[in-house]
T-cell receptor
Framework: DQQVKQNSPSLSVQEGRISILNCDYT??????FLWYKKYPAEGPTFLIS?????DKNEDGRFTVFLNKSAKHLSLHIVPSQPGDSAVYFC????????????FGPGTSLSVIP | DAGVIQSPRHEVTEMGQEVTLRCKPI?????LFWYRQTMMRGLELLIY????????DSGMPEDRFSAKMPNASFSTLKIQPSEPRDSAVYFC??????????????FGPGTRLTVL
């Protein structure tokens, strides 16, 4: 049973437009959320995170929004660039097990020039 | 720092053979994680170590899988005997809580395993 879900396996967006990647979770014990980015033939790299005490965190073109009541978070990329084409993993941590990260299945983003 | 190093990058083997994947974590990191990535299940945590001691191996699929960390700079993940369903990309990651309460993980490039 997946505790972190990314229901869109893939997404295509025109360069310059907004990319919105969605993530849902089931475990109410999660209190810290992360997004990782992965290029082909490379390992995932940390992109941005958000604590459950916040509802928004922004870093340049990347913003993560958290809706705790809906157990939903989203990653917004504005404006999207061809170099953003990658697989994006949503991930979460529990209060009682901060070392362990639970990953979603990933969403493959293609930004079309 | 060279980052997390994994070897081999690609491994092709036949069903029933023993496979050993290797990982060298970032120097100074005291956590080491083994993950498996498949199309169906995404990125799954198999096992993780803290100070060379296995902390949680609940993700190890079955007894055919074993992992060791004999010292702070080396870990192995062994599959014996291997089966076609073990075909996946296996990632190693390391991290440290020192100076980072959120224990950000740094991943290696992965080993792509194909079992025929």
């Amino acid at each position: 049973d997946q505790q972190v879900k990314q229901n869109s396996p893939s997404l295509s967006v025109q360069e310059g437009r907004i990319s919105i990647l969605n993530c849902d979770y089931t475990n109410s014990m999660f209190d810290y959320f992360l997004w990782y980015k992965k290029y082909p033939a490379e390992g995932p790299t940390f992109l941005i995170s958000i604590s459950s005490i916040k509802d928004k965190n922004e870093d340049g073109r990347f913003t993560v929004f958290l809706n705790k009541s809906a157990k939903h978070l989203s990653l917004h990329i504005v404006p999207s660039q061809p170099g953003d084409s990658a697989v994006y993993f949503c991930a979460a941590r529990r209060k009682t097990s901060y070392d362990k990260v639970i990953f979603g299945p990933g969403t493959s983003l293609s930004v079309i020039p | 720092d060279a980052g997390v190093i994994q070897s081999p990058r690609h491994e092709v083997t036949e069903m029933g053979q023993e496979v050993t994947l290797r990982c060298k974590p970032i120097s100074g990191h005291d956590y080491l994680f083994w993950y498996r990535q498949t199309m169906m299940r995404g990125l799954e945590l198999l096992i993780y170590f803290n100070n060379n001691v296995p902390i949680d191996d609940s993700g190890m699929p079955e007894d055919r899988f074993s992992a060791k960390m004999p010292n702070a700079s080396f870990s192995t993940l062994k599959i014996q005997p291997s089966e076609p369903r073990d075909s996946a990309v296996y990632f190693c990651a390391s991290s440290s809580r020192r100076g980072d309460p959120y224990n950000e993980q740094f991943f290696g490039p992965g080993t792509r395993l194909t079992v025929l």
